[in-house]
Each structure stands twice: as C-alpha cells, then as structure tokens.
C-alpha cells in the first residue's frame, strides 16, 4: 500500500478504534484479547494511519479486530505520566498480549509486568541502556523493534548541514518528560560540534505550546529546525509543519514530518515497524515465546523531501540530496 493510499484511507476514517465488546456465541472458544498502550492522542492522523496498517496487518494474519482478536486501547493523550497508570490497567484486564511503541510506552509495559507477553512497534536505542538490554532481548517477555536513534539524530543533523552549509543556529523542538531527549539532544550535539553548528532545545508540553516556542525560535534567531522523535510531536507534525514554513524555518523530522509539510523526513517507515509488530503478535497469539522472537535493530532510514515546501520557501536542495531521496512530495 502505497503513503498516498494509506492517508486517504485514514482521511475517510476506515480505521475504527472503537472498544469492541467481548462476547462469543455459545461453545466458541474465547477470543484472545491484545492490550495496546499508546502515548499520543487516537484521533491524530499519525496514530490513526499507524492503527490502520497494525489492524490491517492482524487481519492479514487471521486476526481481525472484533473478530479473531479484541483489542483494548488505551491512549495517555501526550501525557507521559499516564502511561503507567494505564499499562496497569491494562495488565489488570488479563490480555494474552500487550503492544505499545516509544522508550516511556516500553518502559511503562515492562514495569507494569514481566509475564505477559510484549511486543514493542519501535523503541529508541536508550531503551536498551535504560532497561539493561541483555543478550539481545529486552526481557523474557519483550520483543520488537530498536530504531538507532542516536545514529538517526545524528543523520538528520548531518542532512541539514548538508543542505544549507551556512547553517550556524538550529533549533531542536522536543517534547517535555520523554525520557530519550537528553541521549537525543547529546547525539544532535555532538554532530553539530563537527559542522560548527550551534544547537538549541525547545520543549513543550502540549501543541497549545508551539506557538510559543517558535515565537522563542525567532528571537534567537534560528535559522532552522529539527524535531525529535517523539510521538506527540508526529501526531502535531502538520501544525509543526505549518509554523516552521511560517517562521521561514528549513526543517527535518521524521518521515511523518515531510508529509505533513515539513521540509525534510528522515527515519524508519513507521508504518512498515507498525506491521511487524501485528505480524510478531500474531506469531505470539499462535503459541510463539517473546524469548525465542529476534529483536530487530532497524538501521535503514528513509529520506524523504518535500518540494513544495522547498519552493514555498525559497530554498533550492543541493542535486546531490534530491537524487539520493526515497521520495518526493511534488
């Protein structure tokens, strides 16, 4: 399925989150339950085209939600403090299996039980400092996806360097209490320092606070930005979009980012981490052991421009950077 495919399905909302009852007709053996932690808002376009290709792909492999697996969601609305509250209410349901994405989602389904079965769509690499990864597994009960995040950050910092080679300000928009920031804003630093490169944080708390932190970004004269990889930001990417081009900001974030308008995304498919992870939960409903599943480390990134940004904003992208592109948004 191609991007353009899956936004319009998201767009005329084909993917239903609705809580489906638990019932069974009579003798029918009970249907597993899946639990799913997640830490940005369900009506997002991001976590909706995300919940898309995870459904779609259960469905693929036998499992269709409200048919062959009930799936009870529950979502902290970009409040990290929630997410441990909420993974313990999903555990106290007794699901066959939880699923959840990001560093604080993983850390919040470890902590909240070690026995049920967990899958991870895509965590960053300081899950495996933070939770002691050993022998390439996150737990007894834990597989996914690792996404090299400081390799990332630092690419991305490298891309926009790349780009505009008189780079000397850029702003790093984070989201407050994600755990990952500080290993992330290191990594962006650290390839700055090579560039020349001048790096400034920003966090927020909400999307009501964007405004107020590209306002700061103007002040201190940035002359670029790069988000970090956060959920709640990628399911704010089209009002980050908007206000980067606003404030004449070049720009790079996750793949998400340059589809929503921003100038550049680079970094996993997140759609593609989202499918493996149904088809790794299927394996785990059919019997397979968490223990015995490979932890996969993603490596390969995709680089994706956004030409009507490019021209929106006056900038011309070196040929070099454009013939290297995944895709284009023309």
């Known amino acids: ?71 009870e969601y529950r979502w902290a609305e970009g409040k990290y403090d929630r997410l441990g509250p909420l993974a313990g209410e999903l555990v106290a349901l007794k699901p066959d299996l939880l699923v959840t994405y990001g560093t604080a989602g993983a850390r919040a389904a470890m902590q909240a039980t070690s026995t049920i079965p967990i899958v991870v769509a895509a965590a960053g690499d300081a899950i495996a400092t933070d939770l002691n990864l050993r022998g390439g597994r996150l737990g007894r009960n834990v597989t996914g996806s690792i996404v090299l995040s400081a390799e990332l950050y630092a ?23 994600n755990p990952a920031n500080a290993a992330a804003f290191l990594a962006m630093q650290r390839a700055a320092e090579s560039s020349h490169v001048a790096l400034r944080s920003y966090a927020v708390g909400s999307p009501e606070e964007l405004r107020p932190a590209f306002a700061a970004m103007a002040a201190d004269r940035a002359e670029a930005l790069a988000t970090s990889e956060d959920p709640v930001l990628t ?90 592109a995944d895709d284009s948004i023309d």
């Open 1 to 71: 399925m191609t991007r353009a495919q899956a936004r319009r399905r998201v767009l005329l909302g084909l993917c239903a989150l609705a809580l489906p009852a638990r019932s069974f007709g009579a003798g029918a053996p009970p249907r597993p339950r899946l639990g799913f932690l997640g830490l940005a808002g369900s009506a997002s376009p991001a976590s909706r085209a995300r919940m898309l290709a995870f459904e779609d792909t259960l469905r693929d492999e036998g499992y269709a939600p409200g048919a062959g697996v009930d799936i």
């Open 235 to 324: 399911a704010s990417a089209d009002a980050i979009a908007d206000l980067a081009l606003a404030h004449r900001l070049p720009s790079i974030g996750p793949v998400e980012f340059a589809e929503a308008g921003g100038l550049i995304g680079y970094g996993a498919n997140s759609l593609d981490l989202y499918r493996r992870a149904a088809r790794v939960a299927a394996r785990i409903l059919k019997g397979a052991r968490p223990a015995y599943l490979p932890l996969e480390t993603v490596k390969n990134f995709e680089l994706i421009v956004n030409r009507k940004s490019e021209a929106a904003l006056g900038l011309a992208l070196p040929p070099s950077l454009l013939e290297r």
């Open 155 to 177: 690419r991305r910092i490298g891309l926009l360097h790349e780009a505009f080679p008189r780079l000397q300000r850029i702003a790093v928009l984070a989201y407050r209490g």
